[in-house]
Nanobody, 115 residues
Framework: QVQLVESGGGLVQPGGSLRLSCAAS????????MGWYRQVPGKTREQVAL???????YYEDSVKGRFTISRDNAKNTVYLQMNSLKSEDTAVYYC?????????WGQGTQVTVSS
């Protein structure tokens, strides 16, 4: 089973930036489309960005133009660069394959956008 470890979250002011990382324990993750998801208490987890094995990218409307997903297959890592952060981006962020997910969820990384 592939293990996923997310990192890079934190507290940032509105308009600020963060870069999240997700490290996979096995290299076969590169064969999958990988996504970043986020969840706030009381709401379902939503996918906000996706990158295919061929590096095509897709974004949820609310993050288009602000978030950028990328991957480094040599490092078994997928990234999420988040710019122009808003308070509504506050959530726990997770990575996993595209839906339906194939791997167990990691612990996620908390992103809090607040002044």
């Amino acid at each position: 089973q592939v293990q996923l470890v997310e990192s890079g979250g934190g507290l940032v002011q509105p308009g600020g930036s963060l870069r999240l990382s997700c490290a996979a324990s096995r290299s076969d993750f590169r064969l999958n489309a990988m996504g970043w998801y986020r969840q706030v208490p009381g709401k379902t987890r939503e996918q906000v960005a996706l990158i295919t094995p061929g590096d095509n990218t897709y974004y949820e409307d609310s993050v288009k133009g602000r978030f950028t997903i990328s991957r480094d297959n040599a490092k078994n890592t997928v990234y999420l660069q988040m710019n122009s952060l808003k308070s509504e981006d506050t959530a726990v962020y997770y990575c996993n394959t595209n839906l339906p997910v194939r791997y167990a969820w990691g612990q996620g990384t908390q992103v809090t956008v607040s002044s």
